[in-house]
């Protein structure tokens, strides 16, 4: 994808954000502007704000006379350049840097959540997906996320232990899905 490639050397694409064609685009550098400035025909890069609740960069839109909810710029972004579309937890946009501030479009990726969760437990203090060791109780313990909810799955003096709970846990959610033919 070109604008991806020009996102790296700081070349800046604009496109329409789909829920607000004409009215607002997002650059692949992470900018938004608005098409229709307070309404007076002239286009204007929105201030970004750091959301508190998810310590994100978002802005403020507006349609039809009225402010939708504070949107994330890196959602923003993923929505017009990676065609991504919100599906609850199915599919989530992956900072690759894993800065929550980098909203350049060579930095996003769309993934699994659970890969997504892998990667971020990955990072953590076991070399196994689900494992992570807690220090002020000297022992694994082994979690997993389904629909939205983490699972605990318990506490283990071995980490291969805790890595064969996540396992098996993840085999029991695979085979209780319905197949389609």
Same mark, same amino acid.
């Given at each position: 994808?070109?604008?991806?490639?020009?996102?790296?050397? +700081?070349?800046?694409?604009?496109?329409?954000?789909?829920?607000?064609? +004409?009215?607002?685009?997002?650059?692949?550098?992470?900018?938004?502007?608005?098409?229709?400035?307070?309404?007076?025909?002239?286009?204007?890069?929105?201030?970004?704000?750091?959301?508190? +609740?998810?310590?994100?960069?978002?802005?403020?839109?507006?349609?039809? +006379?009225?402010?939708?909810?504070?949107?994330?710029?890196?959602?923003?972004?993923?929505?017009?350049?990676?065609?991504?579309?919100?599906?609850?937890?199915?599919?989530?946009?992956?900072?690759?840097?894993?800065?929550?501030?980098?909203?350049?479009?060579?930095?996003?990726?769309?993934? &699994?959540?659970?890969?997504?969760?892998?990667?971020?437990?990955?990072?953590?203090?076991?070399?196994?997906?689900?494992?992570?060791?807690?220090?002020?109780?000297?022992?694994?313990?082994?979690?997993?996320?389904?629909?939205?909810?983490?699972?605990?799955?318990?506490?283990? &003096?071995?980490?291969?232990?805790?890595?064969?709970?996540?396992?098996?846990?993840?085999?029991?959610?695979?085979?209780?899905?319905? &197949?389609?033919?």
């Amino acid at each position: 994808m070109i604008a991806k490639v020009l996102s790296r050397i +700081g070349i800046e694409v604009w496109k329409d954000i789909p829920e607000y064609v +004409g009215l607002y685009q997002v650059s692949n550098l992470g900018n938004v502007r608005s098409l229709n400035y307070l309404k007076q025909g002239f286009v204007k890069e929105l201030k970004k704000y750091i959301n508190s +609740g998810s310590g994100r960069k978002s802005v403020s839109l507006c349609k039809n +006379g009225k402010v939708s909810t504070n949107q994330n710029v890196y959602v923003l972004v993923a929505k017009a350049f990676l065609n991504h579309k919100s599906c609850g937890h199915k599919l989530v946009v992956d900072h690759i840097d894993n800065n929550a501030l980098n909203d350049n479009l060579y930095n996003l990726q769309v993934i &699994t959540q659970r890969k997504n969760i892998s990667k971020s437990i990955k990072n953590s203090t076991s070399k196994y997906t689900g494992v992570s060791k807690k220090t002020k109780e000297k022992k694994w313990t082994a979690q997993i996320q389904v629909n939205g909810k983490v699972k605990h799955l318990g506490y283990f &003096t071995d980490e291969k232990k805790a890595s064969e709970a996540y396992q098996n846990e993840l085999k029991k959610i695979n085979e209780s899905k319905p &197949t389609t033919l």
